[in-house]
């Protein structure tokens, strides 16, 4: 018997695995993203999820991985100024190297709000993982203002969200700090 | 005679025994190759039905889809989990992430060329008694020092700021100039020369003009550290080369000073019909 009908059925097995595992995360993540619940429902949950554990030696404890990881969402948002307050993805493609998902963000930034949506491609090659962004759409309050708007346009078209989020957040605090002061002198 | 005849035997059927055994083991391993394959090919199918009966369950229903089961509060918490995590994620693309420690805060610093997000750097900071680094993995050409000790004590935020502002630029400098490499090497004549800090270049390259090839060299330096454009450039050819040459180099030093270096050489092609 030779080798080459093992190979056969290894290279198989080697695949199938492969899909079945892109098939179970496809799962997961349309099961994420198509689900909400509400804050009400969240604390309803931890409520009972604490009676349930009570007296139970857990690995892992829910309730406390949430908190830390609310804690570092609230601290970056205080300390950015930059508030998420909605923020929605659908992952339209998955394969072994290559996952690309449609991402919706809102949120302001001091007093001035925002509206996003892009496309985010990540790429796995040999080394590391790449990171691009396309198709990126930005609304933005106070876009009526030409020099807002001429900078808008240009960050849309060369995909720059890094910049955007950059300068928007000295622009935010520049137009706090004009306002504030205007306020004073009234 | 005999004896000789009967040892014979003995090995012809030990050999015998050995490759039955060999075939009944490749046999076995064959067969249960087998069957995993048809138990896999099964669970794939499986999961398959399931993820198209919930791609036909999204389509079908407007808005959001709502669990049909009540869910536990387990679940629940897991995917408000998920969905807290995915959102810190999105804070990465913002260019300024982190999360808090024990003594402190662990910043993280994201760079990006437009739409490409290129390398990371971490800043450890320690918060009692005073603000400190305790740990970085920015490189010793950027003056992190010089910066901490501006604006560290006094606003941490501003640091931050003016810190990605210098990472940014390097790593787009950085950019540039490998793009070029990658896409233009054919038009670069020997190596193209830089530093570590990607603000100062100093390359040869190719030029056509009327069937003639010419060979400019190239200098450019980035004197504000936070730019991504140079604030010098200076293109010198031969001394032979005609008048139409030199005003070329003249265009082109005007265009460096505008344009990323690689968008600048990628309209050379565009342009260089119009030349000639």
Known sequence: MDNSIFQVYEDEIQSLEEEIKLLAEKYEDSQQESTFFSDEEILMSIK????EIKGHEFPSNLKAELETLETDLSFLMKFTGIQFTNHSKKTVEKTRNRTVQKHRLS??????SFQLEFQLLEMQNKENVSVVINDLSIVMESGENSDVSKFVSSTEE??????????FSSYAEWYEHRRCTFLHFK | GVFAHLEMLEVQSHEAAVKQVEMEQQEEKLARLKATVQELRLQRDKLQAKVDLQQKGQLCKEGVMLPLAQPSAQAVLEWKIKSVKAMLQVFYLTGISGKLTKRGVCFCISTAYEGTYLDSYFLDLLTEPEVQIYRHSVPVFIPLEQIAKKYLQTDIRRFLSVLSDHLNAYVRRRYQADQLQEHFSDQIEGKLQRNSLCNLLVFNYNVSSKSKTFLFNMRLLYGNLCCSLPTEVIISCTPDAPASVAEMAAAHSD????VALH???RSFSSTEERVD
């Open chain 1, 107 to 112: 949120g302001n930034c001091h007093s001035l």
């Open chain 1, 158 to 167: 060369s995909g720059n969200l890094l910049t955007f989020f950059r300068s």
């Open chain 1, 48 to 51: 009972s999820y604490q009676t």
């Open chain 2, 263 to 265: 968008k600048a050489f």
């Open chain 2, 255 to 258: 265009l460096f000073r505008r």
